[in-house]
């Protein structure tokens, strides 16, 4: 937990540095070893979230050609399961006009109130649950192959499918969302590390294409994601265009990036957006890639040392 407020801690430390120098200037030893632990920290966490600047190096390259049979555009959503405003998705779905659309956190009236966009997305995959694990998946592109799983929790499910596009291709499509370490419901994270990790492991397996999306209840600079990212040979789409925090939705000051969409090195990015909230406490996300094997090599595509294989191993095997 403590990985994720690394902006707002930034915030703080840089607000106590200024209260330092303009009201008490260091002059004493302790002051200055005061004024010098708050510089060390702040280069500290702005280099942890330097790569999600506009200004850092894009680990994934804007689509040469941004239209065409090769796009794939898809909408993320945590519904938060006991809201009712069903009607801002609809809304939302028009206003984006996705391929895919996955919504996490959804029961089974969240499945009555979304099954009317059937006529538009006859492919689905549909988990409905009262535990706030639930997902909906939509497409327009025929899905292939499609299978629920229950990687570690018997209650938390992931969806891996074949994605058709409309030139024939096809890549693999993985939803997840992983219970968060949190007092209330899971205090470590053994268990979201070890989801995604397995994930990570069978993404750098297949031979097919592969996006990863969903609600990972981590944030992006954290170092269980990154090593997710270099295990599985994922790219970020957000490293060099911004921080897109989509949770929380309600409270300004309390925002972390936690929905994700990993793709690819054969991947370019079209376009990524958060989008306004519809009464969830996370904001949607909708991104556009285009499917381009021609611009891999231009592509950051993250490594993992033998260290990360190792630490990888001991996480999946914790529990």
Known sequence: ???????????????????????????????????????????????????????????????RHPSGDSNITLLIANVYQENKKYNDYHKLIEKCNPDLVLMVETNQWWQDKMDSIGNLYPHQIKVPLENTYGMLLYSRFELLEGAVKFLVEDDIPSIEVNVKLKTGQQIKLYCLHPQPPVPQENPRSTER????LLIAKKAK???????????????????????????????????????????????????????HIFCSADFTLTSIKRMNSCGSDH????????????????????????EDKELAEEKINAC
């Open 283 to 306: 904001f949607p996300m909708c991104v556009n890639l285009q499917f381009d094997p021609k611009s891999e090599f231009l592509n950051e595509e993250p490594v993992a040392d033998s």
């Open 193 to 196: 590390d070890k989801e995604i």
């Open 1 to 63: 937990m403590f990985e994720y407020p690394r902006l707002q801690k930034l915030f703080l430390n840089a607000v106590l540095l200024l209260l330092l120098l303009v009201w008490h200037f260091p002059e004493d030893l302790t002051s200055k070893i005061i004024l010098g632990v708050l510089i060390l920290n702040i280069l500290y966490l702005l280099y942890l979230i330097f790569p999600f600047t506009p200004i850092a190096p894009k680990q994934i390259i804007q689509s």
């Open 205 to 259: 397996a297949c031979k097919i294409p592969v996006l990863v999306v969903g609600d990972l209840n981590d944030v992006a600079w954290s170092y269980s994601t990154e090593l997710f990212s270099k295990i599985s040979g994922l790219l970020d789409p957000r490293r060099g265009r911004g921080f897109f925090n989509s949770f929380n939705a309600k409270y300004f000051f309390l925002r972390f990036p936690l929905d």
